[in-house]
């Protein structure tokens, strides 16, 4: 009987024991201050969103490494109740979740959708929060992002040389055109493909998604023509005022060698790595780059830069760039007047100066040194000025021509300032712009470059210049200012 009596307390206390030990192993809870969730994404991306009924809804799981219990003290949304997006935690909605419970190796799943109200014109042009995850006295989180207003999507659909992502926007013997009604948000690279044309209407938006462009491929042509009163902007898709003037957003406008001309009326490029790049590729085709009243500015690499073409350039502003706002490479012909070339970049510090007019190019990588002739480089009634003691770098070889002259130009310069290359230039004199740090480069009362230009460099342009890039009369009050902005007081 005491047998048997033991027998049973032994059974008791074991059940017990192993209920107990059962208990503690279900309640240990990993407080880990180290502690990482496993996310099965690290961000959400919807990529169109029409309607006030909002978007599809997508899904994610967030999964618990540990072999012990955990407690996330909260899951929220970072803009609270003010946020586009909604949320459902394992079957609870809300802008946030407190104490979610996972056990261990388990999972929970997260449902997200958003709604914007693309016909609101305010709305801006992307939708971003993220999802905050509060755990053991630590932050995780995930990137939310929508478009919030109604646009065309160019997202590329194709892979040049494995790496670069492109779609054709206008096709061999294609005449498109991108009319003013929705903003262009573009994935990738837009490319104008041989003999395809783009044309650009007045007022047009393009915003580039980080690393992507547009290129111009040989034979191809585009054809920007923004007015005084709709400007065509190229810039990044971030709008916030964080980012208006922020460079590095984008990549850059590429265009090479064709039978017709690129043209630029009215357009703001702004806010990439370079701004427009046009190089021959193989052999001149007869084309030229022409810049028409448009401003490049704020690019961490170069405004404008070339490889042996042919450019013209009036009223134009080139400002701004972590490199050089222009350089003009390889050779090639070149016409700029009454333009404005300013480099006062604050995003690090510059070594490099405002203008390079090169008759070569240094292949560093393969360390091949192309040339090619610069038939002609002028620049009439232009500023050429910035915060480095040399903002102008003449750089040639005597494998090929260089020919340049300076004609009525305001410059930043310890060169020698010779009578058949230097035509009544004035230099290292204040042009006093209105403020350089917002890129505002319209002159102030007691500038070097009033008043000191000549008329013929105006009547012998190919391009008008009887007006200023804001519009107002040169002739009004001979002789002119110098830059893309005549005096006003």
Not at 108 to 131: A, E, G, H, L
């Amino acid at each position: 009987m005491k047998i048997r009596s033991f027998t049973f307390l032994f059974a008791i206390l074991s059940i017990s024991t192993l209920f107990f030990f059962a208990c503690r192993k279900d309640s240990s809870i990993n407080s880990d201050p180290s502690l990482k969730l496993t996310l099965s994404t690290e961000s959400l991306l919807f990529d169109t969103v029409f309607t006030t009924i909002g978007s599809t809804t997508k899904m994610f799981y967030v999964k618990n490494p540990s072999n012990s219990k955990i407690v996330i003290s909260s899951i929220r949304l970072a803009e609270g109740t003010a946020s586009n997006f909604s949320m459902n935690v394992d079957g609870t909605p809300g802008t946030k979740i407190d104490n979610v419970e996972i056990l261990p190796n388990d999972s929970i799943f997260i449902f997200v959708k958003v709604t914007v109200d693309p016909q609101n014109s305010n709305s801006p042009m992307i939708i971003k929060d993220s999802i905050l995850f509060d755990i053991n006295g630590n932050q995780q989180h995930m990137k939310l992002t929508a478009w919030g207003q109604d646009a065309h999507y160019i997202v590329a659909d194709k892979v040049f040389q494995g790496t670069l992502k492109y779609k054709i926007v206008a096709a061999e013997h294609q005449n498109v055109t991108w009319v003013n009604d929705k903003p262009y948000v573009v994935y990738g690279y837009a490319v104008i493909d041989s003999t395809g044309v783009l044309n650009i209407d007045p007022g047009c938006r393009i915003h580039f998604f980080n690393s992507s462009g547009m290129w111009v491929y040989k034979g191809g042509s585009l054809k920007v023509n923004g007015t005084i009163d709709e400007v065509v902007t190229f810039q990044g898709s971030r709008l916030g005022a964080d980012y208006s003037d922020l460079p590095g957003q984008w990549d850059r406008i590429w265009i090479n060698e064709g039978a017709f001309d690129n043209v630029f009326n009215y357009a703001v490029i702004k806010n990439g790595f370079i701004g427009i790049q046009a190089e021959t590729m193989n052999a001149p085709m007869g084309n030229r780059l022409i810049l028409n009243n448009t401003i490049i500015k704020t690019m961490t690499g170069i405004g404008l830069f070339s490889r042996y073409y042919k450019i013209i350039a009036a009223n134009s502003v080139f400002a701004n760039c972590g490199g050089y706002t222009a350089c003009l490479t390889t050779g090639g012909t070149y016409d700029f007047r009454h333009c404005t070339l300013a480099n006062y970049y604050t995003y690090n510090t510059r070594q490099t100066p405002t203008l390079v007019l090169s008759n070569f190019y240094k292949d560093l990588a393969n360390s091949i040194t192309y040339s090619g002739p610069l038939d002609s480089a002028y620049f009439g009634n232009c500023i050429i000025y910035g915060s480095n003691t040399e903002e102008v770098l003449l750089d040639s070889t005597t494998d090929a021509a260089y020919h340049y002259k300076f004609d009525h130009c305001l410059l930043k310069t310890e060169n020698t300032m010779g009578p058949n290359k230097f035509l009544n230039c004035l230099k290292n004199q204040e042009p006093l712009f209105k403020n350089t740090a917002t890129n505002d480069y319209r002159l102030m009362a007691g500038s070097a470059a009033i008043d000191i230009g000549d008329l013929a460099i105006i009547t012998t342009s190919t391009l008008n210049l009887i007006n200023d890039i804001l519009g107002n009369n040169r002739s009004i009050n001979p002789p002119p200012d110098l830059g893309a902005y005549d005096y006003r007081p």
